[in-house]
């Protein structure tokens, strides 16, 4: 195939696109994303940003990630950019290296007398062309590199259940909706085993997961979301602690063990579902039919008349249908009012 120059044109002010580079990660079993930036930062700045697309500044946790990450560092190297900054430092506690996340580093590879903490000014971790990690201050700025990742296998399945592990971050509540809709509830958990096996499917970089045990209607007195019922529990030392008394929601950590948190809290949660549900999608039509016709078959779109089968699903269904409603009014208002005083 023939090669050829070409001419770029961009408007002045606007910002390059970031080059993604997606890869597996064949140790840790995660999918993970890479977004390389386009314009320096200090590591304070690129880890805000990172935050701010719901990414961190990058983990290298094995030997094939640190190669992904140095053939980033030469595809940038020509521009006159010899390291990056990536996710790894010690600013809580020098000589403690840890994750932008708070994780702690297993994995390292620090270039020959690094990390030295030359002036006692650097506490940051960048990666250099020829994959070896060194200390810097973290007040230079440097190209940087942000990460997502994902578990590359989601969906378990243990005797007539299964279950979903999503690692996007909600409050209990809306984790809770989430799970609702994918045609289950937060995950109960009944027995040791069943305790192991949910453990099985989760990061080993993430350290806690919403699930269904909740005291929100009782003070103390928790129950599942599913109202499954049953005496098993497999709460930590001190737990349920209720710091605050604001601690109504339980989060199985990677240790297999329970701990309260705060409902608010935005964490990667578990759903469960029996085997053969099907995921649930409501939509609100506008026009008004008869209850023969709504129920006579479809009305459109395949859309049959809603089926609330517990008491969990009734006021999800009814609060989604009055807010559908509500925006839809303020947005025929809206047009209304633009429609009034538009020039003549």
């Known amino acids: 195939m023939a090669t050829q120059n070409y001419v770029c044109k961009r ?17 840790t079993k995660e999918k993970v994303k890479y977004v390389l930036s386009t314009s320096k930062a200090d590591w304070f700045n690129a880890h805000s940003t990172c935050a701010a697309q719901g990414m961190e ?5 094995n030997s094939e990630e640190n190669t992904i990450m140095r053939k980033l560092v030469w595809s940038v190297a020509s521009g006159g950019s010899r390291a990056i900054w990536f996710g790894a430092n010690d600013l809580r506690k020098e000589g403690y290296w840890n994750w932008s996340d708070g994780t702690p580093m297993r994995y390292k590879h ?3 007398g690094e990390p030295n903490n030359f002036n006692l000014r650097e506490d940051c971790g960048a990666i250099a062309y020829d994959q070896r990690w060194n200390d810097m201050n973290c007040k230079t700025r440097l190209l940087y590199v942000c990460e997502k990742r994902s578990l590359v296998k989601r969906v378990l399945k243990y005797q007539n259940w299964e279950y979903h592990v999503s690692t996007n971050k909600r409050n209990w509540y809306d984790a809770e909706k989430t799970c609702i809709t994918w045609g289950g509830h937060l995950a109960s958990i009944s027995s040791s085993r069943e305790n192991s096996i949910v453990v099985m499917a989760l990061s080993r970089n993430t350290y806690h997961y919403w699930i269904g045990f909740n005291g929100i209607r009782r003070e103390k ?9 049953g005496s098993y529990s497999n709460w930590d030392y001190k737990q349920p602690g209720n710091n605050g008394s604001d601690e109504d929601c339980a989060a199985i950590w990677n240790n297999r063990k ?5 409902c608010r809290k935005t964490m990667p949660f578990i759903c469960k579902r029996k085997i053969g549900n099907q995921m649930v999608r409501y939509k609100v039509l506008v026009e008004k039919v008869e209850v023969k016709a709504a129920l006579a078959g479809p009305i459109r779109d395949e859309v049959q008349p809603a089926n609330v089968v517990d008491a969990e699903e009734n006021p999800f269904v009814f609060n989604g249908a009055l807010n559908s409603i509500e925006a839809m009014q303020k947005a025929k208002e809206a047009a209304t009012i633009q429609a009034t005083t538009a020039p003549v």
């Open 221 to 229: 007195r928790y129950e599942w979301s599913d109202r499954s019922r």
């Open 258 to 262: 329970w701990h309260d948190a705060p």
């Open 11 to 27: 408007a002045i002010g606007a910002k390059p696109v970031p080059r993604p580079v997606t890869a597996k990660a064949k140790v």
């Open 110 to 112: 620090f270039a020959a």
């Open 57 to 61: 500044l990058a983990k290298i946790q």
